[in-house]
């Protein structure tokens, strides 16, 4: 789930370097915390009223709704990006072409989002080896978000294109909005209602529709000269690909993250039980809450870095990267030794008291999570390639991330059973990291060496 702000401000001179980063971080992580609320609250109430039926169901069906908030970052970020181009040319018409072109994207692939939830979202669910109940209560959530495509890509692109108009406070207000919103009707809906996951669904769609009926209104205030117009006057298929391709990295992160997340759910059907998944559907919510940090951390040092890589700065790239990477393992590490140190008070957040169930996630915790924080550096060196403009590298690491994964998938479950398919993951990440960090150090070594090279250079000229 990365979303990569674009930079609205230039770092201060007469800040620090770590007063700058801290600058740009904490409102980014604070602003992916808010937005992890919806899924970890979701995932709260459904694991204390539904139980671990409810956790395996929702964790298959998650793969499936995920992929609506990334088409809706890819359209936020991307059309964002070209608005924010626009105010800096000063051109008005071309940011409000910009936002005609979102609204249009959004509209178009949520009748086509539609179309694919109603008609193969049962065949989604069986790939992932759900068995009948848990597929009855997967179908609630999916066919929901189905019929609701366009509120929930509306609301992925909104707080983008709002933050991109120079109102990042607007935005994350939005988003708190949104988030208490779900926690309230989650509470009604599945703990007084008893709509089980269909009120999980319904909850967060309400709450995505305040965000967006928010958004909505911003764009027809005073705050922004930009209007929120449904019309196809003007339309031109070469910028909604310029749209599309701006942000179809975010997209590919979503893509990746879904597609891990599935094969883990078809696996531990195949070597455990549904608890299993029920179990797994909680270790994934104690990473969520350390990836969102880690994405924030991440997303703070990207406008710095950019910034010092176009002013020509590599030793403060150097010290703004490295800090970010302290940052990193240290909230890795202090929050792995947490849930290690207090497992069952923390899984007891999604468990009414199934003891089998917390024993499951206790174990899931201590061979699933342990290299946590080498997932976070990973993270960190895309973001940093993609912050000094070399994208490839930035794509390979991002591809390699998920392909890597697929040989330990498929053997260690066969060697090892249950305890292999948690295991994969953080094996085949010990094992990129090898690769990852090596990479970027040298990245950072030669960029100040060959600046320092120039400065000789020139001096020795002089």
């Known amino acids: 789930m990365r979303t990569f702000m674009p930079l609205t401000h ?11 980063f801290w600058r740009y971080a904490i409102p980014s992580i604070a602003a992916m915390l808010v937005t992890g609320l919806y899924q970890i609250v979701d995932g709260i109430f459904v694991g204390h009223y539904v139980g671990y039926q409810g956790l395996a169901a929702i964790n298959m069906a998650w793969p499936i709704t995920y992929l609506l908030s990334g088409l809706g970052l890819m359209i936020g970020i991307g059309s964002g990006t070209l608005i924010s181009i626009a105010r800096g040319e000063q051109n008005p018409q071309h940011a409000q072409r910009a936002l005609d072109h979102a609204v249009l994207l959004i509209t178009v692939i949520s009748v086509i989002a539609l179309g694919l939830f109603v008609h193969f979202g049962e065949t989604l669910l069986t790939i992932q080896g759900a068995n009948h109940s848990i597929k009855t209560l997967a179908l609630q ?84 000269p930009l209007r929120i117009r449904f019309t196809v006057t003007n339309i031109q298929l070469s910028h909604c690909w310029k749209i ?52 924030g951390i991440a997303e703070g040092m990207q406008p710095p870095v950019s910034y010092y890589y176009g002013a020509k700065q590599p030793k403060n790239i150097k010290k703004t990267t490295y800090l970010a990477i302290k940052v990193t393992i240290i909230a890795g590490i202090t929050w792995f030794t947490l849930l290690y140190s207090f497992p069952h ?14 024993d499951e996630a206790v174990a899931g915790i ?12 990973i993270v960190l060196a895309t973001v940093y390639f993609m912050a ?32 292999g398919v ?41």
């Open 10 to 20: 230039s770092p201060s001179p007469s800040l620090t370097i770590s007063q700058n």
């Open 141 to 224: 959530y999916v066919e929901s978000f189905g019929w609701a495509a366009f509120v929930t890509i509306f609301a992925g692109a909104i707080p983008m294109l709002i933050r991109n108009d120079d109102s990042p406070k607007i935005a994350t207000s939005l988003l708190i909005a949104g988030a208490l919103t779900n926690i309230g009707l989650d509470y009604l809906f599945i703990g007084v209602f008893n709509w089980q996951l269909q009120g999980a669904a319904i909850a967060t769609i309400i709450a995505q529709s305040i965000t967006v009926i928010g958004g909505i209104v911003y764009f027809c205030s005073a705050y922004s």
């Open 244 to 295: 599309i391709s701006l942000g179809s990295s975010v997209l590919i992160m979503y893509l990746y993250a879904s597609f891990v997340v599935a094969l883990h759910n078809y696996q531990f059907m195949q070597y455990g039980t549904e608890l299993t998944v029920g179990a797994f559907a909680i270790v994934g919510y104690m990473m969520t809450l350390y990836y969102l940090v880690a994405e």
């Open 345 to 358: 008070t923390l899984i007891g957040l999604f468990n009414s008291g199934n003891s089998t169930l917390t």
């Open 366 to 377: 201590q061979l699933h999570l342990f290299a946590m924080f080498l997932d976070g550096l």
């Open 388 to 419: 000094v403009d070399k994208a490839g590298k930035a794509l390979a690491i991002s591809v390699s991330n998920m392909l890597v994964q697929l040989p330990f998938l498929y053997f260690l479950p066969q060697w090892l059973g249950v305890k």
């Open 422 to 462: 948690w295991l994969s993951m953080p094996l085949s990440t010990v094992l990129l990291s090898f690769i990852v960090i090596p990479v970027l150090w040298l990245d950072i070594r030669n960029r100040c060496r060959h600046t320092s090279t120039d400065i000789e250079a020139l001096t020795t000229d002089h």
